[in-house]
Structures are given as C-alpha cells and as structure tokens.
C-alpha cells in the first residue's frame, strides 16, 4: 500500500484527484494539505510515501516544501503549468502531472511510484561484502580501487570500472546509477556520497540531482532559454537541464576544454 499526501490550495482540485486515485486499490490518500505549512506539519507526522504536489501554493511554492522535508517522500507535481517540468525533475520528481489530470496519464505515474516503491525496497547499502560479484567489464578486479565503483545490490556485489558510469541521480535518499551499456542500480547511498568520492574531472554535479560523466556525454543539443538536452549513449534516454544545470555545464565544459561553446 502506498501511503499518499494531497497538496493543492484549491480544494476542489484535491477532491479531484483523490477521486481519481481511487481507481488504485493500493493507494491510500492519509492527509490532504492546502499550505506549505501545513504540509511540512503533517508529512513530518505521518511520513507518507507519495506527496502530490501543486508548484503554486497559497504560501510559497511546491519547491519550497520539497527542500524542508528531511526525508524527502516520493514526489509527484501536479500543476496547470508545463514550465516547471524541467524544475520538478531536477530535485528528483517522480513524475510532473498537467492539470486536468488525465486518468490515464495519473495511471502511468502510479506504475512509475510502484517501481520506485519495488526499486527501493530491493535496494541495499553500498560498500564490501562476501557475496557472489557481477563483474560489468572482465578487467574490473585488476584496475586500482580508485578507477573503479562497487556496488551492493539485492546481496550482490556489482563492479565495474568509473569510465562505464554515464550518469547518478538522486531519488529521494537513494541513488540510481546509470552504467554504459548495462542496467541501471538503485542504492541507498545518497548522491553527495558518490560526489565526495568520484574523481573531478570527468564527474561533475550539474543540479541538486544530477552527477554527469563528461567523458560519457555525446552531444549537447543547446535550446533556447538556457536550457539543453544530453545525450549519453544509445541505450539511456536524453536528458534535459534546466537553466541553472545548463550554465554549469556549459562552464565545465569549457573549463576543460571538451568542446567548443
């Protein structure tokens, strides 16, 4: 059962969607907020797994509730405005939902906050172990322990070399890392864990949610507003920056002089 907070200042929206969520047998709306005060106060008390948010708030925004929970529950936005997409996942949204919600679009975000809820609960610590290990590259054993990561994943050890990571992102106290040419892993580690140990250059923390391997970095499809797109390799989707993760980029990128801006 996933435990679910509403937040929106217009009640007739809440109603709205906890109507709508009643479709899923496994979710159980728990609270129902309609300020950012509010919603600190009763997340705090009743830990929820999910929190539907709206970005606009009657005092402040969806985005300042999110960086004052300590642990920060699965997120889901729910707004009328499309511009705060690339915000909402930059602090590691689950999902970014239009108003009117579409019940078949709120069934895709479902499906995705039950993997997550699956993903996490099948997570475990980073760090040594005796188990079996999943080696990604035959040579993983023979590089220093510095040029290579391990990982601890549903009692197995999982190694291969730092050049293989093309990307980290946060989700909630969780980390899913992203290996070139394999599965990505969720581990219970947070990401300025992994900061504090991966070499800079060629990893660089370009958001709150966000360690990108420039060396794996294929193309940047700059757009307008300061905004750009990632590619990172043919088997992970691109992905797309905000402004402020933009210009940090673009000034690692000519700081090390990885392609012309």
Known sequence: MLRVMLVDDEPPARRGLRRLLQAHADIEVVAEAGTVSEAQALAGALHPDVIFLDVELADGGGFDLVAQLLPVPAIVFVTAHDLYAVKAFDVAAIDFLLKPVDPERLAVAVERLRRNRHDM??????????????????????????????????GKSVIAPLGMIAMLAAEADFTRVFISGARDYLVCRLLRHFEAQLPTPPFVRVSRSLIVNLNQL????????????LSLGSDLEPVALGRVAARRLRQCLASHRLINV
Not at 221 to 229: I, P, T, V
């Open 218 to 229: 294929q193309r940047v499809e700059w757009q307008e507003a300061g905004r750009c797109n």
């Open 121 to 154: 609960a099948h997570a475990v610590f980073a760090g040594g172990g005796e188990q079996d290990d999943v080696e990604l590259s035959g040579d993983s054993r023979s590089l220093d322990a510095q040029q290579r990561i391990h990982l601890r994943i549903d």
